[in-house]
């Protein structure tokens, strides 16, 4: 088979340069190199995240740090903002590591607002909620200024945030939104190959998880910051990865935030654009429409499975037919990582060639 372009909300498409750097040669994780490599990414590494704080590498995908940031952080009950796939998941991994866990749902495609946590924490007792910022199985942003100011009103409580589909797409502020865990994972917005995840931690954070029994070893937050201070990881990382980063670093920087930022905005307003032009419908409420892919309604009945087939035999091209119980009924196209106008342009009008 032939390269098959991925415009599906992750992984993505990997860039050339990212591979190369990945490929490079191994050093040892022990050795002055590995601790050289790991510092000099991490001031660019701090001001994407838009914090003052260390940035964590953990070898993982980013479920690892979700469960984690559970098993860190909460004792007792656990408030689990619920609007699609992955942050219903986040309940079920709660229950899982045997939490009290309550649900805060909404139903798919509706924004989880500050309101809503406000009144469920009200309630009392929580030691933390969970909220995922882009939903990326509905496509649907939530209002996460919104939510952070309405946790901060309950003092004890800590915020645990999910960025993984729209860290670098728009800039959040952990620091000053009062988030405690933040983090994402590489094969999104990053553009590098899965298995890696990345993360922050408010001081209070890592007090808690100091207080916390029985945190396990391999995600221990305690164990990430000892670490972090020698600049080194708990165990052999994937060292492919971090020096895939630090050039993917480079890429970043040498566009500018900024620039990152608006070009992510441009290229998502195409696509909504050529979905409302050719009669489609977006899934989420409006207003709440992600910046990182768009979830159209698939309101025109066209066989996805055949579409998808076509522009992957024709055009090299792959979208994504639907997540979980939306299957067929929506479909949703990635702007995430290095995507341009011209590459987003290119794949439209290969859908438009397909659906005719
Ligand atoms: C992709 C995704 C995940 C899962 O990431 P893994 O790297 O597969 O663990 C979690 N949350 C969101 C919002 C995602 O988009």
Known sequence: MGHVKLFIPGPVEVSRKTFEAFCRPMVG?????????????????????????????????????????????????????????????????????????????????????????DRHLSAGGFDAVTLIHNETSTGTMNPLADVAEAV????????????????????????????????????????????????????????????????????????????????????????GHINALKSKLEDIFEEGLENRYERHRRNNAMVRKWAKERGFELFPEPGYESLSLTCIRNNRNLDLPAVNKALKEKHGFLIDGGYGKLKGQTFRIS???DE???????????LDDVIG
């Open 152 to 239: 901060r009103r309950h003092p004890d409580v800590m915020l645990i945030v999910d960025t993984v589909s729209s860290f670098s797409v728009l800039p959040i502020e952990p620091e000053k939104l009062g988030i405690d865990v933040m983090l994402t994972g590489s094969q999104k917005a990053l553009a590098l190959p899965p298995g890696l995840a990345l993360f922050t931690l408010s001081q209070r954070a890592l007090d808690r998880a100091a207080q916390v029994p029985a945190r396990g070893y391999y995600f221990d937050f305690v164990e990430f910051h000892a670490n972090a201070e020698k600049n080194m990881t708990i165990s052999t990382p994937s060292i």
């Open 29 to 117: 994780h022990r050795s002055k190199d590995f601790q050289e490599l790991y510092a000099s990414i991490q001031p660019r590494l701090r001001e994407a995240f838009r914090t003052t704080r260390p940035v964590y590498l953990s070898t993982s995908s980013a479920w690892g740090v979700m469960e984690a940031a559970i098993r860190n952080l909460v004792r007792g009950k656990v408030l689990n903002c619920m609007s699609g796939a992955f942050s219903d998941k986040w309940y079920d991994v709660s229950v899982r590591c045997g939490r009290e866990a309550v649900k805060c749902q909404v139903e798919w495609g509706k924004p989880i607002t500050g309101e809503l946590v």
């Open 335 to 337: 702007n995430m990582g």
């Open 340 to 350: 341009t106008e011209e590459t987003m342009g290119a794949l439209l009008r290969a």
